[in-house]
């Protein structure tokens, strides 16, 4: 996620790195070359023989661009509110592991232990959600028994959480806690597996393929016979119109691909670490205090 001065206008229109200009240059410059050629052939090819392009009506692109714009802001919406989803997951997932570290801390005797496996719980997930699983950083937190029982699973997150109920139960046993305690405690982990559950969700659940073919073809369709609505009327000045207008439906466009999976490392993505950094600064003080 790119932390930006929301006051700093021009400082963020000019900004490069974290737009949608770097996904988008390419295809906005193919669209900008069709339309000089159209402009090239109406003037210096079909001049020869005496000819111009016909003037279209333009009344099917505005019926076109009006159904392609709702299309769009539907994407854009569906995009931005997975976004948000995974966020609230995410936010959730700091409090319960606070509210865990917390009891642990108050009626436990192992509250070390709470924090430690908190923090290989949520590193485990964001591996696990970025599909890059590199789990070597959990071998200082796990034993070697649990690493490997661990990176064995489908799901590596759901045996540190089984794990952490093994901690629980321990404390039962001793009779350090009372049910009604490791009950709450286990209300806890549920919660964790909850939004993990809810990310995994978000994950595995892309925008349906019919909306984004048929967004893509339609953005395809409109934008490459404007240069033929426009030629007749604008002459060289169709080139610049096109690449405004596909700067702006192309961009908005690649913007809800963008954060479609906002558990990526792309600049615009959930800083998952400093979320995973913040979770093991606040238990880790927790558990000492």
Request: proline share 4%.
């Amino acid at each position: 996620m790119i932390d930006y001065e929301r006051y700093s206008w021009w400082k963020v229109i000019l900004t490069f790195n974290g737009s949608v200009l770097p996904n988008i240059l390419g295809r906005l410059g193919t669209l900008t070359l069709f339309s000089i050629m159209v402009c090239a052939i109406n003037d210096d090819v079909l001049s020869l023989f005496n000819n111009k392009l016909p003037t279209l009506n333009p009344i099917g692109h505005t019926i076109l661009g009006t159904s392609l714009g709702l299309l769009i802001v539907f994407r854009t919406n569906s995009s931005n509110s997975r976004y948000w989803e995974g966020r609230s997951h995410w936010g959730m997932m700091v409090n319960t592991c606070r509210s865990l570290t917390r009891i642990a801390k108050t009626y436990c005797t192992n509250a070390g232990d709470f924090a430690t496996m908190i923090i290989a719980y949520v590193v485990c997930v964001k591996e696990n959600l970025r599909g890059t699983k590199n789990f070597n950083m959990l071998t200082s937190l796990l034993s070697g028994k649990q690493y490997e029982k661990m990176i064995a699973a489908s799901n590596p997150p759901s045996i540190i959480a089984l794990y952490l109920s093994g901690l629980i139960k321990k404390e039962f046993d001793k009779g350090q806690i009372t049910a009604q305690i490791a009950e709450r405690m286990e209300e806890q982990v549920i919660k964790l597996l909850d939004s993990q559950g809810g990310c995994e969700k978000i994950l595995k659940t892309p925008l349906p393929f019919v909306y984004a073919s048929l967004i893509k073809q339609l953005l395809f369709i409109y934008l490459y016979t404007l240069p033929f609505v426009l030629a007749s009327e604008m002459d060289w000045a169709t080139p610049l119109v096109v690449a405004v207008v596909g700067f702006g439906m192309l961009g908005i466009e690649e913007a809800g691909v963008e954060i479609e999976n906002p558990f990526g490392m792309q600049l615009n993505d959930l800083p998952l670490e400093k979320i995973c950094e913040t979770i093991s600064f606040d238990v880790t003080s927790i558990s000492k205090d």
